[in-house]
């Protein structure tokens, strides 16, 4: 298994569930002898949010890249394969995904009040939204409010670099750092601990180094 960032998706009020033992990452990159970033198609009807000068420039606002990237061979901007966002994988692969054109997201309360702060920081604007049960759908679970974020193309951009990316970045601290002879790695807990702290450390920076796209007149 690789541990993998997921936005969990809504339909119609209900938690579209994944069987996360089919979840894998593609493993059939060509890794060189150094570091490199790679990027593949999107996908049909997807769309890189990030490219290889966006990643590079991130990684240039990391004070402590030269420690933290020991043990990452590559970056992988990959096809979307509406399983995950991101992955890190156990060779110190970290992917990040396209995204499908149309950026609207509708995620589960849970996954919101969690993230609101990030979404809140990089401009994401999201509404509550009471589930219809009105609605045609399959399934014995009950309709529920979920929350509708919509993103843009910059702040896809900001929220897979400064969130997904953190967090898998979390997974291999957490993965470089492990107490030898322990049983298995801190998981999903401390990766997200690692992204939220850089987030908050990192964004002064960011924000100047990324900036703003200007407003339409």
């Known amino acids: 298994m690789f541990p993998r960032k997921t936005i969990p998706r809504v339909k ?3 938690v579209q569930r994944k069987n996360r033992d089919t979840i894998t990452a593609p493993d059939d990159y060509t890794l060189g002898a150094s570091f490199q970033i790679v990027r593949r198609a999107p996908g049909p009807n997807n769309v890189h949010v ?3 000068d966006d990643v590079r ?3 240039s606002l990391l004070p402590d890249w030269s420690t933290l990237g020991v043990g990452i061979p590559a970056i992988v901007i990959d096809a979307n394969r509406q399983e995950f966002e991101g992955c890190y994988r156990k060779d110190g692969v970290i992917v990040l995904t ?4 149309e950026m609207v997201r509708d995620v589960p309360l849970w996954h919101y ?3 609101w702060e990030v979404f809140e ?9 009471e589930a219809s049960t009105n609605e045609d759908v399959e399934g014995d679970l009950e ?7 919509w993103f843009e193309p910059h702040t896809a951009r900001d929220y897979t670099l400064m969130h997904i990316f953190l967090h898998e970045l ?3 601290q957490d993965a470089r750092t492990l107490r030898r002879g322990a049983r298995g790695d801190r998981g999903e807990d401390y990766a997200e601990a690692f992204a939220f702290q850089r987030e908050q450390e990192l964004w002064p920076r960011y924000r100047a180094a990324f900036g703003r796209p200007a407003r339409a007149h």
């Open 143 to 149: 309709p529920e409010p979920f929350a509708r974020c």
């Open 50 to 52: 990030v490219d290889e």
């Open 170 to 172: 979390g997974h291999h």
């Open 113 to 115: 009040d969690a993230h």
């Open 12 to 14: 119609n009020g209900r």
């Open 121 to 129: 920081r990089i401009g994401v604007p999201c509404e509550i939204v």
């Open 98 to 101: 396209s995204w499908p054109a």
């Open 57 to 59: 420039r991130f990684l």
